[in-house]
Every structure is written in structure tokens, then in C-alpha cells.
């Protein structure tokens, strides 16, 4: 019995954790963060990047989205890496008016790679490197917003996020967490003073600085969350841009959200193990930035504790009612944190229907713990193309 009781403490005081850290940061998401305003006329030379590996059904959206900025033509190129596309893709991606093309071919292919061949391709001549995924879609005015963040004095940015698409329970959930990820982990962060999270795409960084992170990295999964690490360990900040928008495709299968949530987990291990190391060293510094990164890398997955968190009080009810009270507090404690960290727009009844699917991703999450060996060293790519 006292082991039992014991048990039930320590797994309870690991959920409340991580149920507090996201109760914190969902209420400092309801503050508003001023968007940086641009204090010269343009004058940075900008590279968009849009690594486009088997991506021939969206690249073309996405490229004539970036080229058609109000930003002045004579300072930003939009380079398209393209990795096992068609000839035919190819060639429609060459009469887009100033697109510049650059063809690999990897035996093994990762966003890290393609990069690095971009920028090698076109050389140092710029300020700005801005990273987009294939089925990203920007504002004309993108550009314009990402320079005024540098004028603001930042070096690393990260735009907001959101969905393309919600044609699907899978997609309108996808697009759920999304935006919750961007309340908790990047716009609470901006209004405590802390650095918001990196994301995969709509970031942008100063050129020499992306060049001299990504030569030192050779990530196949999980490159943000190696960047996002390596930034903080060297105290540069990430700053959060939520009015900048960058439409996302969110994925629409159970199948495939499975796969990419493996793909993030197996990442997210990985770089914990490789940074915790020097989680105290830095906390004695006063790097609280670098720290509460390594810290995220460990958190309980959101669907999962609330599944188990679920499980474990009917559970508990069972065997002692009283001991059980504890859980249920905590479990309202963290879907009050999850609605205030989701949006009013998302308040709706394609998103009331969506919740039932919620059980059956559960599963397939908790599964995905059992698959995580070698998943960071393979390249596992997500299908784009709104069906």
C-alpha cells in the first residue's frame, strides 16, 4: 500500500509539472506583444529558402507566394532546393520571373542538407535567411514584416504559423495543436521576455548565422529543435512574430499525423539527451532561455497526458475516491490550460465534431513510444497536397 501511495505521489507531482508549466504560459499568452515596427527603408538583402523534397504538388503555390513581395525585387531571391522532383516541375519552376533553382540529388535526404546546398549555391551576399516548407504560403507584405523585426535588433525570428487547411477531423486537430504550441511556446514566452520556440519554417535568421549554425549540424529530424538550442545556449533570443502569418498544410490522415508525431518525439529525445548536459552548467550562468528549452524536450506530449492524466483518475476512483480528487483537479487544471491557449476563431462546430477523434490518436500516440528507436536518424517525409 505505501508503495502504491508513493507511486501515485511521484507520477502525480510529474503531471502537475507539466501542468503548471502550461497553465503559466497559456495565461501569459492572453497579453498582447507590440509587432515590431521598421525604423529604415529597406536595405537587407533577404534569401528565401524552401528546401522542396517530392513536394511537386504545392512548391509552385508556395514560390510564386514568395516572389510576389511588396519588398523591393532588387533585394530579396527566392531559391527553390529541389530533391527528387520531376523534370516537369523542374521546368515550370524555371519560368517563374528572378526564381533561382537548385537541383540535388542525395542518396540520403534532409532539410539540413538541402540548405547547406542552397547557400552554398548562392554564397554570402545576403542579411536575411528565411527558411519556408513547400506548402508554406505568405502575404505580400512577409518580407516587409521580417525586416522590421531586424530593425528591432533581432537576429532570429519566428513567424506565426497557422493552417492552410482544415478539410478533415485529423487537419482541423493538427491545426488545434498548432495553435496552441504557438500560444504556449512561442507568444507566452514573448511576453515573459523569454525566447519563443522554432517551428520548421517561417523563420528567419541573419544570414552568416544560419550558414555557420547549419554547417556545424548534420540533423536528419528535429532541426528547429537543434537550432532552437544551440541559439539559447549562445543566449541569442528568438523573437515571435504573430501577426506575420505563414499558412501551414496540415496533415489529413490518422496515418500520416502518426508518422510526423514519431518523427517529433524521436527528435525531441534526441536532442534532450545531447543537450542536458549542459542543463545546470547553464542554469548556474543564468541562461533560464537555454534551460526552459531543455526542459520542453522532456515534457509530457500534451495528448498524452491528458489521455493518461484521464486514465489514471478513473483509476484511482476506483480504488479510493479521495486519493482520486487530486487527478481530476489536475486534469481541469489542464484543459483550462488548453482553452485559454487555443484561439476564439477555432471555437467552433467542425472543431466540436473533430474531438471525437481524439481517443484514436491517443492510441496511436502512446503507440508511436514504442517506435522511436532509429526514427531520428531516417529521413521520414510528410506528403503535402490538400485532398
Known sequence: MIVLTVLDFVVFAIFA????YLLLFAALSLIKVPAPRAISKPSRRIAVLIPAYKEDSVIEECAKSALAQRYPRRLFDVVVVSDSMSEATNNRLTRLPKLRLVVVNFERSTKVKALNAAMAEIGDKYDIAII???????????????????DAGYHAVQAHRTAKNMNTDVATLDALSEEINNSLLRKGHAAAGLSAALIGSGMAFSYKLLRDLLGGTNAVGGFDKALDLTLTYHRIKVAYLQDTLVLDEKVQSSATFSSQRRRWLSAQCHYFAVFVRDFFPQLFKGNIDFCDKVFQNVMIPRLILIG???????AVSLANLSAAVKWWALLVAVLLAMMLA?????????????????????LLFAGNIFKLRNANRTFI???????
Open 381 to 387: 517525409h510528410t506528403p503535402h497536397g490538400i485532398k
Open 17 to 20: 509539472v507539466n501542468v503548471l
Open 132 to 150: 519556408l516548407d513547400a506548402d508554406n504560403v505568405v502575404s505580400p507584405t512577409f518580407l516587409d514584416e521580417i525586416n522590421a523585426a531586424f
Open 342 to 362: 487555443t484561439p476564439r476563431k477555432l471555437y467552433t462546430a467542425r472543431l466540436a465534431k473533430s474531438l471525437i477523434k481524439l481517443p484514436h490518436l491517443f
Open 308 to 314: 493518461a492524466n484521464f486514465i489514471i483518475a478513473v
